[in-house]
Nanobody
Framework: QVQLVESGGGLVQAGGSLRLSCAAS????????MGWFRQAPGKEREFVAA???????YYADSVKDRFTISRDNAKNTVYLQMNSLKPEDTAIYHC??????????????????WGQGTQVTVSS
C-alpha cells in the first residue's frame, strides 16, 4: 500500500506557473506508474498527465506543451510543472498510483491509490 500527499497548489494569475509535488510513502515507489488528474466543480475527474515506471510521459491534449510531469524515484516524489496557466485549469489536482498496468494509463479506473488533492485556482 502507498499513501500519497500532494502540495504546491495555490492562487495564480493567468499566464503564471505552479509546481505541484506528490510525495509517496513506502519503498516501492519505482514500481508504480504515476498520474495526475484534476476535478473542477460539477465536472468529472479528468486525466492530466502520466509517467511510467521508466519515466516515459503522456499528456492530455489540453495541457500538452504547457505541463510537464516528472518523477524522482530516490525521493519517492512525482511532480507536475504547470506553465502558461489558464482559468480553465482551475481544479483540485490529485496524484494517483497504478501498480497493475504494464505502462502508463489515462484511465482513472486503472489507478489503485489516490491523494487527497491540492487546489489550483487561476484568475483571469
Amino acid at each position: 500500500q502507498v499513501q500519497l500527499v500532494e502540495s504546491g497548489g495555490g492562487l495564480v494569475q493567468a499566464g503564471g506557473s505552479l509546481r505541484l509535488s506528490c510525495a509517496a510513502s513506502g519503498r516501492t515507489f519505482s514500481s508504480y506508474n504515476m498520474g495526475w488528474f484534476r476535478q473542477a466543480p460539477g465536472k468529472e475527474r479528468e486525466f492530466v498527465a502520466a509517467t511510467s515506471r521508466s519515466g516515459s510521459t503522456y499528456y492530455a491534449d489540453s495541457v500538452k506543451d504547457r505541463f510537464t510531469i516528472s518523477r524522482d524515484n530516490a525521493k519517492n516524489t512525482v511532480y507536475l510543472q504547470m506553465n502558461s496557466l489558464k482559468p480553465e485549469d482551475t481544479a483540485i489536482y490529485h496524484c494517483a498510483a497504478d501498480r497493475r498496468s504494464s505502462w502508463y494509463s489515462s484511465r482513472k479506473e486503472n489507478y489503485d491509490y489516490w491523494g487527497q488533492g491540492t487546489q489550483v485556482t487561476v484568475s483571469s
